[in-house]
């Protein structure tokens, strides 16, 4: 799929050439030990060592102890170092990238310093560049936490068909919904950081609990449909992701698309709203690549989560409530000022 989209696609490539280039500060390098049998890490700046293609990773941080970037251990990150310590997630990562042909990757919490406030400001308002100029994002679809990795055990299953009358045939059977199910509703498209990762990386691998899904501009696929589901199936496979990056990264004036992009915006704050954060205050934040997106396409004034473009429309937003769930979902008012009150940003909740 990599090579197939690098090489033939001519969406993707145009969108490739028209990106500037860019470089995280700091990135994962790849190597292996003497023996070529386990996979060594080290923290690399690509200011010394030139500009590099890079893959990222989009996970879940759960609750279980994971290896982070600290003051403390910076030094120590700068030294070749096992992969053997780190959770397996990334360890399935470090393995993915390599036998992608890449040697380097950028992960939140081994590239960001944790403990140090103002760095994280600095690679938080760059997380969207580091995302969108990344040659490929590996999501770690169904991992909660970094113990599950990306890689998951399978168990085929087959099923019996009993035949009343005519000639016993072989069938394939497939899931109605696979990409609902093993997507859009796996841990990862839960968490609210994950909406600009996912949103605008140009191509994304993502590993979910029975296969291997493919994204980029042209093409939406998986192991079971290798070149795109057969037209039969193909509504099943709508990505919302792809059509909203798609909409607010094409640069035309034409009201008509403008108007699509106002959507598209729509539809991801509908989505975004309704994901977690383990920190309220990321709210705006975590969205701001997107919004960077917008504003360049659009040339409008970012307002707090709205757009000054047909302001008067966009405050007509309101709590939602799926069915079943009206007594379950928040929609209390974040306790301390993160958005104005006009704002959807000032909810806890979906809207």
């Given at each position: ?30 190597s ?63 393995s ?98 994950v ?6 990386a ?47 990264r ?91 009150s006009?704002s ?8």
């Amino acid at each position: 799929w990599l090579r197939t989209c690098t090489t033939s696609h001519e969406e993707c490539r145009g969108l490739a050439n028209k990106t500037p280039s860019f470089a995280p500060d700091r990135l994962v390098e790849i190597s292996t030990n003497d023996e070529g049998e386990s996979f060594m890490w080290r923290l690399v700046c690509p200011a010394d060592i030139g500009n590099v293609q890079y893959l990222t990773l989009s996970h879940c941080w759960g609750l279980s102890p994971h290896t982070s970037l600290t003051r403390d251990n910076y030094s120590a990150f700068l030294e070749p170092t096992p992969d053997s310590e780190l959770p397996k997630t990334f360890r399935h990562a470090l393995s993915i990238t390599f036998s992608l042909g890449f040697h380097f990757i950028w992960i939140d919490s081994l590239c960001i310093v944790q403990d140090d406030q103002k760095d994280w400001e600095t690679q938080a308002s760059m997380m969207g560049s580091v995302y969108k100029h990344a040659s490929c994002n590996i999501a770690a679809t169904w991992a909660a936490d970094g113990d599950d990795g990306c890689l998951v055990p399978r168990k085929p299953w087959t099923m019996t068909l009993n035949h009343e009358l005519g000639q016993l045939d072989e069938y394939l059977v497939t899931h109605s919904y696979p990409y609902q199910e093993n997507i859009w509703e796996a841990p990862l498209n839960k968490r609210g950081w994950v909406a600009q990762e996912r949103f605008l990386a140009k191509k994304q691998l993502s590993f979910a609990k029975d296969q291997v899904y493919w994204e980029c501009k042209e093409l939406v696929a998986s192991e079971q449909f290798p070149e795109g589901p057969p037209r039969e199936l193909g509504h099943t496979f709508h990505v919302m992701a792809s059509r909203s990056s798609d909409e607010l990264r094409k640069p035309t004036l034409d009201f008509t698309v403008e108007a699509e992009r106002r959507k598209a915006w729509s539809e991801l704050v509908n989505f975004y709203s309704d994901c977690k954060l383990s920190k309220m205050s990321d709210k705006l934040i975590a969205l701001a690549g997107l919004a960077e997106e917008m504003r360049l396409a659009t040339g409008d004034y970012y307002l707090a989560g709205l757009w000054k473009k047909d302001l008067e429309k966009q405050l007509c937003w309101n709590t939602t409530v799926q069915p079943g769930r009206r007594h379950k979902v928040n929609r209390s008012r974040i306790p301390y000022y993160l958005a104005p009150s006009w704002s959807w940003a000032s909810l806890d909740g979906p809207v």
